[in-house]
């Protein structure tokens, strides 16, 4: 694992974690999809023909702050 620093107290103690999507039928996280959000007819977003990538989050152990990255 690359060495990350906290961006907002510059700590190192980033604890590799991910962002549950609990909601039905979902693969149980979340995934970062290109491009601006645009929903469709019936209010879920398009994301058809979208580049998607996982998120993984990294929490600080020291101040709790969250980082976000697309792998
Ligand atoms: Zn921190």
Known sequence: VTA???TS???QSLEPDFLEDSSRNSTG???WIQGPLQKGLFGG???WGRPRWD???LRC???G???LYST
């Open 4 to 6: 990350r620093r906290c």
């Open 9 to 11: 107290c510059s700590g």
């Open 29 to 31: 996280y979340i995934r």
């Open 45 to 47: 977003a398009r994301r």
């Open 55 to 57: 998120v993984e989050a």
């Open 61 to 63: 152990a020291t101040c």
């Open 65 to 67: 702050h969250v980082e």
